[in-house]
C-alpha cells in the first residue's frame, strides 16, 4: 500500500470550513455573475455570502427544516445554489443536489429515496415539470422557487430568515453533509452518502497539495456542474478554503467569451475541454497552412527536443521556441483570459500528448483522480511533481493498494483500493451495494484498474467492469481507446466493441462543425444521413483511427466502423448528465448495425 503522507489539519466539517474562510477573507472577492450587457462580472464578497447564508439558514429553519432532514436542489451553479448549500449544512441538515437537464424521472427517484422536504428550483419553467411532485412524495412538503420575486421565493424566505436569525449548528465530523447521484450508465443512480469530514478533509488535502499553484485571490470560471462531486469539491469547498474566486459560465456555448472577461489563473476542467481547444487549434492551422502551420509543428518538435534534453534545451531550440511563444501560444494564452497559471483535469483519462501540449505554451494542466465515492479526489499531479500519462501520487491522508485479480496477465495490474477520511460512508438505502464496495479495513473497492511505478505514481489502466476479452483472449479496455480515437479533429464521439469478437469496431460520431466544411471542399453532400455512408467520409474516419491509435496494440485498434449521424447526449439518453457513455443504450439502438460489421 503507498504511504500515507501528512496528517490533515483544518476544520472537520463544512460549517467551520465556511466561516473560518469568511472571517479570513470578507471584503475579497468570491462569486462573479455576467452581468446584463454581457461586457464584464458582477462580483459579491465572502461577506455578502455570509451574510445571505445567515439568513436563508433562518429561513429554512422557519420552515420547519432541521437536523437529518434533506434539501434539494434543481439548478446550475449560482450564488444561490451556494448560499443554499452552506445555509442547509448549518441546520446539520443534507444537501441534494440535481442537474437541471436530468429527466424527469430520475429528478422524482432522488427525491423520494433521499427523503427531500424541502426543494428549491431555478425557475418556474422547471417547477412547472415537477409541481405534482408533493402529491405523490410523501416527505416533499414545500417547492421554492429561486428566481421568483413571489411568496414562494428564495429572496423571500431570506427575508423571514432575516427577521428571525437562527445561528448556525456545528455538525459533527460523521454527520452527513449530503448526497451526491452518481449518474449510473444503468438503472437507478446510487446516493451516496459523504459526511462533513468526507468533504472537508478533501478540501483541505486538495488544497494542501497544491500549496505552490493556489493562493487566496486565484481566480477561476466555474463550468463544472456542482452537482457532481469533481466541481462542487473543487471549485466550491476548495476554493473557498483557499480565499479562491470563481466566475460563473454563461452556458457551454459562451466559455470563450467568458474565459476573456474572467481572466481565471487557474482551471477545474475535463479532457475534453483541452481535447476541444488543442484539435481547434490544430484543425485552424491544418486549414491555413503556410506559415501557421510551420510555426505550430516547428514548436512542437521543439518542445519534444527540449524534453528529449530533460528541460536543457541548445540555444537554437531555445530561439525557436521563443518565436513560436510570441507569435502562436501567446494567442492560446491570451484566450484564456493571459492569467493562467494551471488548470485541473479529472473525470477521464487526459491523453499524454494533450498534456504535454498545454505544459509547452505555459499552462500546465495537472491530471487527478478520483470518484464521487471518494468525495472525489485521492491523487493528483502538481507543478513540481507531475508525470503526463498518470493520476499522480495519493493527496495528503490517502492511500492505495492494488490488489491482484484471479486469472489477470499482468502481475503488477489490479484494482485500486482506496483508503483515506474521503472515502464515503456508504450508498443510501442500498446496504448490499455499500458491502460490496466498503472493507472491513477501510478501503473502498473502486472498480479501477492500475498500478504504481517505482516512483508512486498511479497509472490508470481502465475500469474492471468495462474490459472485455477479444476471440484471441486478449484484455480491452474500451474507453481508454475511445479517449485516442477523440484526438482526431474530425470525431466528436466513439465507442469501441469487441466483446468476444474476433477484432475491435467502433462506433463513430463526427463532428459535423469540421466534417461539413471538409465534405465542401470534396463536392459531397451537406446532408448528414447521406454523408455517413460516403466512402470518401468512411476512409477518412478510418484513417483518422488508425492515425490516432498507432501507439495501441494491433489487437485493440478497430478494424471497422459506423458512423453516427446524431451526436451522443444525455438528452437523448446515450450520455449521463456527467457525459458518461451509456454503452449498453448504444447497443440497444444500433446493436442490429453493430453486429453487420461483423
Known sequence: ?????????????????????????????????????????????????????????????????????????????????????????????????????????????????????????????????????????????????????????????????????????????????????????????????????????????ATMALPKMISAGDRT????????????????????????????????????????????????????????????LKDKVEKEGGLAKFLFDMGQNAAREKRAAGGNAGLITRMKLALVDRLVYSKVRAKFGGR?????????????????????????????????????????????????????????????????????????????????PNVMVGYHNLPEATGQVLREDGGLHTGDLGWVDDEGYLHITGRIKEQYKLENGKYVFPSAIEETIKLSMFIENAMVYGHNRPFNVAIVVPDWLVVLPWAEKQGLTDDVEQLINEPKLVQLMESEIQKTCRSLAAYEIPRKILLLSEAFTPENGILTPTLKLKRREVHKRFGSRIEELY
Open 1 to 205: 500500500m503507498a504511504d500515507v503522507k501528512n496528517e490533515i489539519n483544518g476544520p472537520d466539517n463544512l460549517v467551520d470550513l465556511f466561516e473560518q474562510a469568511v472571517e479570513k477573507f470578507r471584503d475579497n472577492d468570491l462569486f462573479g455573475t455576467k452581468n446584463s450587457d454581457k461586457t464584464g462580472y458582477d462580483w459579491v464578497t465572502y461577506g455578502e455570502i455570509a451574510e445571505r447564508v445567515d439568513n436563508m439558514r433562518s429561513g429554512l429553519a422557519a420552515i420547519g427544516v432541521g437536523r437529518g432532514d434533506s434539501v434539494g436542489i434543481i439548478a446550475n451553479n449560482c450564488n444561490e445554489w451556494a448560499v443554499a448549500a452552506y445555509a442547509t449544512y448549518g441546520l446539520c441538515a443534507k444537501y441534494i443536489p440535481m442537474y437541471e437537464a436530468e429527466l424527469t424521472r430520475i429528478m422524482k427517484y432522488i427525491i423520494k429515496d433521499s427523503g427531500v422536504k424541502v426543494l428549491l428550483v431555478a425557475r418556474n419553467d422547471i417547477l412547472e415539470k415537477i409541481k405534482h411532485f408533493p402529491d405523490e412524495i410523501e416527505s416533499l412538503k414545500r417547492i421554492i422557487v429561486i428566481d421568483s420575486k413571489g411568496d414562494n421565493s428564495m429572496a423571500e424566505l431570506e427575508r423571514i430568515g432575516k427577521k428571525k436569525p437562527v445561528p448556525s449548528v456545528k455538525p459533527e465530523k460523521k454527520d452527513i453533509a449530503g448526497l451526491i447521484y452518481t449518474s449510473g450508465t444503468t438503472g437507478n443512480p446510487k446516493g451516496v452518502l459523504l459526511s462533513h469530514w468526507n468533504l472537508a478533509s478533501n478540501a483541505l488535502a
Open 221 to 280: 470560471l466555474s463550468f463544472l456542474p456542482w452537482a457532481h462531486s469533481f466541481g462542487q469539491t473543487a471549485e466550491l469547498h476548495m476554493l473557498i478554503n483557499f480565499g479562491g474566486q470563481t466566475g460563473f459560465a454563461e452556458s457551454p456555448q459562451t466559455i470563450v467569451d467568458d474565459l476573456a472577461l474572467v481572466k481565471p489563473t487557474l482551471l477545474i476542467a475535463v479532457p475534453r475541454v483541452f481535447n476541444k481547444v488543442y484539435t481547434g
Open 340 to 420: 493562467m497559471k494551471m488548470a485541473l483535469s479529472s473525470s477521464a483519462a487526459l491523453s499524454p500528448r494533450i498534456a504535454e501540449f498545454f505544459w509547452d505554451i505555459g499552462i500546465p494542466v495537472c491530471e487527478a483522480w478520483g470518484m464521487t465515492e471518494l468525495s472525489p479526489a485521492h491523487t493528483v499531479n502538481t507543478t513540481e511533481n507531475n508525470k503526463p500519462g498518470t493520476a499522480g501520487r495519493p493527496i495528503p491522508g490517502c492511500s492505495i493498494k492494488i490488489e491482484k485479480i484471479p486469472g489477470f496477465e499482468d502481475d503488477k495490474e489490479g484494482e485500486i483500493i482506496a483508503y483515506g
